[in-house]
């Protein structure tokens, strides 16, 4: 678990394996910048020069993150590693303690990507309320 001062911690190291898909919003969704994610998404990175100006953002982006988001039982790092690779069979949902919404992805394979696509928008946030509730 990684908490520093009840903060979490964003690993610029994770953004920047991220960013290298970041013509899609990856890095953008990690650090809890959903909406420029989207934009990023659909225009693949402001056609690849946004996302050449975030290889130099990321730090800053991280610190910000680090300090938006609460740290506790749940790690943002293995949470958002387990929804990029695993997603679709909901490994992320179970690892949260959603056992049924993780079954449900298993058996739907992440509700044919539209619950994953959700997951892209409001981990951080899933994972901020689920620390903050323990």
């Known amino acids: 678990m990684h908490e520093v001062n009840g903060t979490s911690d964003h690993s610029t190291f994770l953004g920047y394996i991220f960013w290298i898909f970041g013509f899609i919003g990856l890095h953008r969704f990690y650090f809890g910048k959903p909406v420029s994610g ?11 020069i946004g ?21 506790g039982k749940y790690d943002y790092n293995l ?29 739907t394979l992440g509700l044919c990507g539209l619950g994953v696509l ?5 981990l951080n946030r899933q994972i901020a ?6």
């Open 51 to 71: 996302w050449i100006i975030d290889l130099f953002l990321i730090p800053d982006m991280a610190d910000e993150a680090t300090q938006r988001f609460p740290g």
């Open 118 to 122: 959700y997951d892209l928008f409001t």
């Open 38 to 48: 989207a934009i990023w998404a659909l225009t693949l990175g402001l056609l690849f």
């Open 129 to 134: 309320d689920a620390n903050v509730a323990d």
């Open 79 to 107: 949470t958002w590693i387990l929804l990029v690779v695993l997603g679709v069979f909901g490994v992320h949902r179970f690892y949260q303690g959603k056992i049924l919404t993780g079954v449900l992805y298993l058996v």
